[in-house]
């Protein structure tokens, strides 16, 4: 108890807490469950984009996609490295994602379904994923700190990438604002389940608050995000799929529906529209590969051997 | 046939093989077996782009007719492509695509080299930044066929099926013709044959190193540089590579 | 909505049902088990084909655009169509390609059967023909399940985890929308939540003599029929089916 | 001796070998052989207009074409069963195409690149092997002569419907006629390949004549095929890939470049375009549908089992 309120105090005072450093059970454990969802997250969300990789619609756009593509692959490398810091190896937690028992993020459960779709990933899922981690620049784990403050610079490329895309599409012919039109009305509503469900509901948000480990509320976040959103929306000439949406003057922020939140725990369960699709592809990756990395781990222990023995 | 076609010619081969053996390993894309993997793979397939992007631009401005580097690749049908076979073939297992990498990264690594010191200053600029990256291709899918062909025995074994399987699709781009001829008489290119020694030499050494040994058949499939007769597997490409502005004429993007 | 409106939109559910599965199980050709499947499975691509060009032949017929079937199948993007999810699930191996059919026959036998009855004469008359090639699918995919189930312990396995994946993708052919009230207010076509007992009763019986279980959910997904949400794999499909029509705009073939 | 001099006496006579008569065990094998390879050739053979399947331009394409390789696949059913009243079941020689005992017809190793390859194949392809079999309708074997009977028949509509495509493609629009013309320079050669090597190189010949297993020679076929096909090609507009290709009055028949017998051997030794993968494609067939087999025979074991229990 007086290791934990040290520890408390370090944190409260705002200093970094490094891998060697004492830290609590709890604190630990929450954090290899998030950065580790954090992680898979960035592995599993290569699929939805990667979709379209093969179908891009020019070697520009190919050529961003397959940078983008390739970002988040290396944001999950680092994020795995700052969950290793943490006493977990980073084929220990894929299997825990290969098997279920640790998640990703939900939004990677829906399909990309038109071009639009890389537009409003870009523009409405990174930009949900920005909002959520530019706090955490500031968590107090040193590690994961200095992973976000890496991913956050990129990220807000992507979101940058994604609005061109959606711009591009919103001013092109009738059949491309339909398409724009379209993605928004998939991804509006899932963009703001990325946010987790409302705090009253929210389980561990306390604790991991005092931690700063969470950084802000769900809510709070969310709310944000629609403020930021709606003029975007606006200013690209499509409409957000909600009736109730208005600006509210008193409040100084914009009214909107929630989401469907039966979805959101449905999707949870594992009944997404891609759950299982996306579960499998990193699955037949994994076991497809297994020879590969077999096969070149065993050559790496032959060459140091024959350097021993040349010794 | 005129200088002027076959230097387009001479381009989009070269255009061709790195569009369609970029879109082959970009199939990867969230699918290998580490994540390293991922990342060099999708880093390739984004350096083959680019370089198609230089290649099939410089095509199209040779040719004359406004046809962009764009409309070259998301706009012809797969009589008009000039990849070689090698190119189009499919991935299958992972061996397999790093099999199909390094047979064609060390032909194309000798062959940039020598297009770096091209007449046309063009085809030399191009080279001398494309060959850059291709150098870390080769080392990469050298180091990786290496690692794969002296692993485990199964390793051993897929590798194995994968240069047996490959093989007859090497020749093809070490064959002279009309094409290459013109290109070679006037300094532009040289001709393809006369970079097979190196190449013999290069994978040799490699192959023995991987423990793998080179099949004893010098056939060579032909048909895809000239156009005359590609793979099944290059029209069903297409059918993706091309969808969107194939199913949008016109549209921006 | 009018009733026009909703027809067409009945019309285009029942079209791109048979077109979308008629393609997924012509992807079979040449690559079934036996070559009997082979016979079997061309036949029944070929039948729902068939019913396509009526149905959506139809549907042209209502809209008054000028859109002949031809134009419906192949020239409409993704969000235009209007197929339960089922339809468009890969085929997987041939355990799941008949469970698929399985399902999807005993409703489209059930729904033929109404729909013989139909007001509207055309309707019935597309209905009358199509129940007896549907009557015939259903009895032979019927026959498959129950004997790749109480097959061998491997055949069981497989057709239990086709059930299990599939079953989830059922429920879509069963939900009553504006567009089915509109078509059943009018006598046109049943609402489809009509035909669900009779589906449960003989799907039951199907599986246990199948000596498969049913899985415990009732969670359907949903959005193919209203086209809100299709999966990946109906863009996928659209770039093979449509790519000639894509590729030559115009052209008659 | 005796046995065989009445045997080629019925045979001289024009009567028919039953499967239950006495024959020479040469021209048992030489007909399993030859069946045998034909059948495969018909299996084969759906692979390259299978390729076209998913891809047909119009829906009544797609039905014909479905059509098309489902009478394939019929015609492989029919000359299996002919096969079979020889004593070699169906999986026996199956297995000897899978593993490359027995061959099946080298033009299925060429490749089908665009929907001119539809109409190449019914004219060409169909054309040369309806050549083939005509006269194999009067073949001494009874069964294998029934079975060409009704070959014939469906065959001959194939070709039409081939030579319809090509008309088509060949009064379609700038595109469409070069795809033709480049579906003909194709499959010129190798169409006239089918008949075989030249009668002077031809192994088997004369006793396979005097069986009338084989009723004329490869060079008379060929030479009928020429004078056949190249009037329907004046006819379509398009230009056989031939530059000695000349109408030869005296003879009465046109003069005609020999095809590359050396690619023929080459293809014959599996070095053709698509060897590989279509005998690749008919091993993932029968190896991923092992279960099934196994599964249905389990079935109707176990049905038996309890009708015979029941009684």
């Known amino acids: 108890p007086e290791k934990l309120a040290a520890f408390q105090a370090r944190i409260d005072a705002g200093e970094k807490i490094e891998p060697k450093d004492w830290m609590p059970l709890g604190y630990r454990k929450t954090l290899i469950r998030q950065i580790g969802q954090h992680a898979h997250s960035e592995i599993v969300g290569q699929l939805p984009e990667g979709n379209w990789i093969t179908r891009a619609p020019t070697l520009e756009r190919k050529a961003i996609l397959l940078a983008k593509v390739q970002d988040e692959a290396g944001h999950g490398l680092y994020l795995y490295c700052a969950a290793e810091t943490l006493g977990v190896t980073r084929d220990e937690i894929t299997e825990m994602l290969l098997d279920g028992r640790m998640k990703y993020s939900s939004i990677f459960n829906y399909p990309t379904l038109t071009w639009a779709d890389m537009g409003a990933v870009g523009w409405l899922v990174d930009g949900a994923a920005i909002m959520n981690q530019v706090p955490l620049q500031r968590t107090s784990f040193g590690p994961y700190s200095r992973a976000m403050i890496r991913i956050c610079k990129e990220e807000s490329f992507h979101q940058r990438q994604g609005y061109d895309i959606m711009m591009k599409m919103a001013n092109g012919t009738p059949a491309q604002k339909k398409m724009a039109q379209d993605a928004l009305n998939r991804f509006w509503y899932p963009s703001l389940m990325m946010f987790g469900p409302s705090d009253k509901e929210s389980v561990h948000s306390e604790q991991s608050m005092a931690w700063k480990i969470k950084m802000n509320t769900n809510d709070e976040l969310r709310q944000k995000f629609v403020d930021q959103t709606v003029p975007q929306a606006e200013y690209l000439g499509l409409t957000v799929p909600d009736e109730n949406l208005k600006w509210n003057e008193e409040t100084g922020h914009y009214d909107f529906s929630q989401p469907d939140w039966s979805e959101f725990f449905d999707v949870l369960k594992g009944n997404g529209p891609c759950n299982r699709e996306r579960l499998a592809a990193r699955n037949k990756a994994w076991d497809d590969g297994k020879w590969v990395r077999d096969g070149l781990l065993a050559h790496a222990e032959k060459k140091a051997a024959r350097k021993v023995a040349a010794e | ?253």
């Open chain 2, 1 to 253: 046939m005129t200088r002027d076609m076959a230097f387009f010619e001479f381009l989009c081969r070269m255009g061709d093989n790195t569009l369609v053996l970029g879109h082959r390993v970009s199939e990867w894309c969230g699918h290998a077996p580490v994540l390293e993997e991922d990342i060099a793979l999708a880093n390739t397939a984004l350096d083959l782009i680019g370089q198609t992007q230089m290649w099939l631009g410089l095509a199209g401005e040779v040719e004359g007719e406004g046809r962009s580097a764009d409309d070259l690749a998301m706009l012809r049908d797969a009589w008009d492509f000039r990849n070689v076979l090698l190119a189009e073939q499919p991935n299958g297992d992972f061996g397999q695509t790093m099999m199909r990498q390094y047979l064609f990264d060390q032909a194309h690594v000798l062959l940039l080299q020598k297009l770096a010191g091209s007449s046309d200053e063009r085809v030399a600029g191009i080279a001398a930044k494309a060959v850059k990256e291709v150098a870390y291709h080769v080392e990469r899918s050298r180091d990786t066929v290496i690692g794969l062909g002296d692993g485990t025995s199964e390793s051993h074994r897929r590798m194995q099926a994968a240069l047996d399987l490959l093989w007859p699709y090497a020749g093809e781009m070490f064959t002279d013709d009309e094409v290459s001829g013109i290109m070679a008489g006037e300094g532009i290119a040289p001709e393809p044959s006369s970079l097979r020694a190196a190449w013999d030499a290069a994978v040799q050494e490699t192959m023995s190193e991987a423990t793998l040994v080179i099949p004893d058949s010098d056939f060579a499939h032909a048909g895809g540089k000239t156009g005359f007769r590609h793979s099944e597997h290059l029209g069903h490409m297409l059918t993706q590579m091309q969808w969107l502005q194939r199913a949008y004429p016109g549209a921006r993007w």
